[in-house]
């Protein structure tokens, strides 16, 4: 079978000119059919959806370019977001990760889309829904893994946990709700304050939303034209309320009121990354601080002891998983297109999760850190603490 | 005579130690006031006559102690209650007596995040029972606006963690309120009620004791209870309280506490500490789940070291009972104090200052302090950071070998 199948593959090299050796043929009889890259689309481009605008004359354009470098480095991080994210829910069920487990599923697409459209240098700050943020600004999954088992090769030493990871130009990871946006203010402030041209992605859930400081945050950005990018990630329940139910008004992008604002479809990532690019460049014209409202769904309830469904029907997260999953809207855009092929994403597939695989195998065999921990870094100097007590 | 033998006698009727304790103690008060006020009138009025007028009539008072006594104690049926249903028993009784009464807080409405207020709404409605948006502050200020008002208002915060927002409501608004209006205004109709304490994997935000940080505040009544009865005779005594109460439940206990609880309702006295033990050479003080792990050190203590601890629950943090506390070391002359909260500015360091005013010639050992380290809550090394019956169990044979 194999050496018919090589046959064939060095015949059909002959023809189109290439170069036989350069043919592999995968182990375990996998046989992966090579297509010239010339069978690809390189680029197409999309309608997406229309943005809804408060106090813009004009919002994001309505078409995105996606070339298929993109669609795939977009696909890949969604997909690892995806499947770390699985595994975590499942060492979680097993006891191996302990404490609060806040999962990211289902809202792939506003991670990877924001990263698309903003630069390393940037900053971006979070609540406790963080582990594809973590992802998306650089961590590898094995730190995060570790990081959620609670071992010394996690990415904050083992001592922060699920809702406390932090990266160059990544401010976590904030369990309290709420807290982190005038933080994300600040932050902005400072960019201001350096004349770096960087912004602030600031990010929040519908449930805080309705917290008090965000107003105060809201007016100090728009006072002093903070370069901050307020974006609020509506998947519809805080915990296990719904927003018709907590919100005197649920249009979380007006809420800003004289803050201009977006309502964004998250769970497209073109559109974010559309939405996104619009926004930092209306921040980096030294505009002000915008809102963007990402709707979007988690599947997996609040935080790993929430069943999820005792306030939403099995029905429901079913109908966003078949109509509205960003990783397959993804695929099927870029297949209907001819700009990639099932192989190819199915290889992407196996590939991470034998990365997933590999950083379970380091979270969960990685030592625990050692007792000096438990006292280190409380002060910048740390006096000697004692420990008889 | 008479009377003293029929209280006496009465008292095994009503459950629990401390009623039978106080109903005991009030038979002997009782009895004495009688006698007294026999010797007092035999002076007064020789004639033998009035005697028997007296003593029927001190019987009758005696009765009527007795009966008001009852009122206060537990007695009556018992359901077998974990600490979340016992909660649940006492906001039920305070809806169905107090028709101003109203529950509020983050997802109250389906019964809690723990639970506790599983079947309110359906039963009282939900005018009564209702949930607020997730803004801390906004719960206790809007709190303080219902009780000034005039209605009971019982606020729960999620988990004691997430208090700070409300912290300036609580200090600066609550606690001033019936200071600074000369009396004509306050708002000890408000009770705060939030789940405290570690709980094995909670990490820094869902661990916390910040009782600390409310006791340095004048106006502000809290309380901590050690298991079901306690947390529904306490959590009443709250309601009924004309202070705003903080009233901490110990999350860790929820479910693992089970205790025979009576359904209808009673309270515990506040600013009352309960010693549960009785012992002679060294004072064990704390409260919430602490108390627990001190009962076993004491037992560890009385095996291996033939050391009698007495153990006390202090209950209400503030005011505390600083008499109770004070009688017991200086019947034993050693104190240890255990909390999980950071050592530093704990309130066991409260506790030891004035124990030190107080008693300090019948110290036999400095003032021993077990509690949580100087760190935040941390998430791996909970193990490590609580202090358990071992670093306990230590500082008594310290204490002893002074």
């Known amino acids: ?389 | 005579m008479l009377c003293f033998t029929y209280t006496y006698l009465k008292a095994p009727a009503s459950c629990g130690f401390i009623a039978t304790a106080s109903i005991r103690l009030l038979a002997i008060r009782s009895s004495l006031f009688t006698w007294l006020m026999n010797a007092e009138i035999k002076k007064q009025y020789p004639n033998a006559e009035c005697t028997k007028t007296i003593k029927i009539f001190a019987f009758f008072m005696c009765e009527v102690l007795h009966f008001f006594n009852l009122i206060g104690s537990p007695k009556g049926p018992t359901q077998k209650m974990n600490l979340f249903q016992s909660i649940t028993s006492a906001l039920d009784n305070t809806l169905a007596s107090d028709p101003t009464a109203v529950i509020f807080g983050e997802d109250v409405a389906f019964g809690g995040v723990f639970r506790c207020t599983v079947g309110l709404r359906d039963k009282y409605g939900k005018d009564r029972v209702f949930n607020t948006p997730l803004c801390e502050q906004g719960i206790v200020g809007f709190g303080i606006g219902v009780a000034v008002a005039g209605a009971t208002a019982i606020a729960e915060i999620q988990f004691a963690d997430y208090i700070f927002p409300a912290f300036d409501q609580i200090v600066n608004e609550a606690a001033k309120y019936r200071y600074r209006s000369g009396n004509l205004f306050d708002c000890g109709n408000l009770t705060i009620r939030a789940p405290w304490g570690c709980v094995g994997h909670g990490a820094l935000y869902h661990s916390q004791s910040p009782e600390a940080f409310f006791a340095h505040c004048p106006g502000l009544k809290i309380v901590i209870p050690r298991g079901p009865i306690q947390a529904k005779g306490l959590l009443l005594s709250c309601i009924a309280d004309k202070n705003p109460c903080i009233f901490f439940e110990p999350k860790i206990l929820y479910r693992a506490a089970v205790e025979q609880v009576p359904e209808e309702p009673y309270t515990i006295p506040l600013s009352q500490a309960e010693i549960l033990q009785e012992g002679s050479d060294v004072t064990l003080v704390s409260w919430g789940t602490q108390i627990h792990v001190l009962k076993e050190v004491a037992s560890m203590a009385q095996e291996k070291l033939g050391v009698s601890c007495e153990v006390i629950d202090l209950q209400t943090i503030l005011p505390w009972d600083i008499e109770t506390v004070c009688k017991s070391v200086v019947k034993t002359g050693r104190l240890l104090i255990s909390h999980e909260a950071p050592v530093t500015g704990g309130f066991a360091a409260e506790i030891s200052s004035t124990v030190q005013e107080e008693c300090f010639l019948n110290l036999e050992a400095p003032i021993s302090r077990v509690c949580g380290y100087d760190t935040p809550f941390p998430h791996i090394f909970e193990p490590f950071y609580t202090p358990d019956k071992w670093k306990c169990f230590e500082a008594i044979k310290k204490m002893i070998n002074y």
């Open chain 1, 1 to 389: 079978m194999k050496t018919m199948l090589a046959i064939i593959s060095n015949a059909l090299c002959r023809m189109t000119g290439r170069n036989a050796g350069a043919q592999t043929v995968s182990e375990g009889a996998r046989v992966v059919v090579s297509r010239s890259f010339a069978d690809f689309t390189p680029q197409a481009t999309f309608d997406i959806k229309k943005c809804d605008l408060h106090r813009l004359e004009e919002g994001p354009p309505v078409k995105a370019e996606l070339t298929r470098e993109q669609g795939l480095q977009y696909y890949r991080t969604m997909q690892t977001v995806r499947r770390m994210e699985l595994k975590a829910d499942q060492l979680y069920k097993q006891k191996i990760i302990r404490g609060f487990c806040h999962l990211y599923d289902g809202q792939e697409a506003c991670a990877a889309g924001i990263e698309a459209a903003i630069n390393p240098s940037d900053h971006l700050i979070t609540a406790y829904r963080a582990h594809g943020y973590t992802y998306t600004r650089g961590v590898s999954v094995k730190e995060i893994l570790a990081e959620l088992t609670g071992r010394r090769g996690g990415v904050a030493k083992g001592k922060g946990g699920s809702m406390h990871m932090y990266a160059p130009h990544f401010y976590g990871g904030n369990g309290i709700v709420g807290a982190q946006v005038p933080l994300g203010a600040g932050i902005a402030l400072a960019c201001q304050y350096q004349g770096n041209n960087q912004v602030c992605v600031t990010l929040y859930g519908d449930g805080a939303a309705n917290q008090g400081q965000l107003f105060e945050s809201y007016n100090m950005a728009a006072l002093w034209k903070l370069p901050c990018i307020f974006i609020c990630e509506n998947n519809k329940y805080g915990m296990g309320t719904s927003v018709e139910r907590a919100a005197a008004s649920t249009d979380y992008y007006k809420r800003g009121d004289f803050i201009p604002g977006l309502r964004v479809d998250g769970m497209d990532v073109l559109c974010v990354r559309e939405a996104t690019q619009f926004a930092a460049d209306h921040c980096r014209a030294g505009k002000g601080p915008i809102i963007m409202e990402l709707q979007t769904y988690r599947y997996h309830g609040h935080s790993m002891s929430d069943p999820g469904v005792s306030y939403r029907t099995r029905e429901e997260i079913q109908e966003v998983r078949s109509k509205s999953d960003p990783i397959s809207m993804l695929k099927e855009r870029m297949l209907s297109h001819n700009m990639a092929s099932v192989e190819e994403f199915k290889e992407i597939d196996i590939e991470i999760r034998k990365q997933v695989e590999e950083a379970t195998q380091f979270a969960t065999s990685d030592p625990e850190p050692p007792l000096e921990e438990l006292c280190n870094h409380i002060f910048s100097k740390n006096p000697p603490l004692e420990m008889s007590k």
